[in-house]
């Protein structure tokens, strides 16, 4: 993570950005249909934007100042990038376990990125656990409530909505559960 090159990340938010326009502007693919991909074009860059703006902001000041940490920017935008990808693909309905292994693996990802860019400090290392685990279960819980309302609804899938949202937060917690134990493990190695 120390060595990612900054041209990484750029190029995660350049292959998001790319396949969110077409989903938007390219009319007639059914894919793509009812996903709120207006709203997405929106918000995925700007949501993937929100840690680098975070630690600028944090570290604008100090001198000298530390290398941005272009491997954790970049766990931290890959989801969007799946998300995406998984839809520009067919995968959500194509594949009948690849939107509980996207919530999975999709927390992993986001809250290991988070966990190394806010737990530096953070002692002792069961706190980065909590800390990390109760952020990805805040965060999945935010998420579920921006798809019910950005296009579940009023849309066709609000018959298997709850289960479906019941099933995407634990899976989203779980994932992040295993990326504060990979955080916890990562900060006692760093501090040794």
């Known amino acids: 993570m120390r060595r990612c090159p900054a041209w990484v990340p750029l190029l995660v938010l350049a292959l998001t950005v790319g396949q969110l326009a077409v989903a938007e502007w390219w009319p007639g693919i059914e894919r793509f249909a009812d996903k709120a991909f207006g709203a997405r074009l929106l918000a995925y860059p700007l949501l993937m934007l929100v840690a680098p703006a975070c630690w600028w902001l944090a570290n604008r000041r100090r001198e ?3 290398t941005p940490p272009y491997g954790a920017f970049t766990l931290v935008m ?3 990038l799946v998300d995406v990808t ?12 690849w939107d509980d ?8 990802l986001l809250l290991t990125g988070l966990g190394l860019l806010v737990c530096g400090a953070v002692r ?9 685990c109760g952020l990805g279960a805040i965060l999945a819980i935010g998420w579920e409530v921006g798809e019910w309302w950005t296009f579940i609804r009023h849309g066709t899938e609000l018959d298997t909505a709850y289960e479906d949202t019941l099933g995407d937060e ?23």
């Not at 292994?101 to 992993?108: E, G, I, L, S, T």
């Not at 955080?183 to 501090?191: C, I, Q, T």
């Open 78 to 80: 890959l989801p969007f």
């Open 86 to 97: 998984g839809n520009s693909l067919d995968l959500y309905d194509a594949v009948v376990w």
């Open 64 to 66: 000298p100042r530390p």
């Open 170 to 192: 634990v899976l989203g917690t779980l994932g992040a559960l295993c990326a504060a134990l990979l955080v916890a493990r990562l900060s006692r190695a760093a501090s040794r």
């Open 124 to 132: 002792p290392r069961w706190a980065v656990v909590l800390v990390v």
């Open 101 to 108: 292994a996207n919530h999975f693996a999709n927390w992993f």
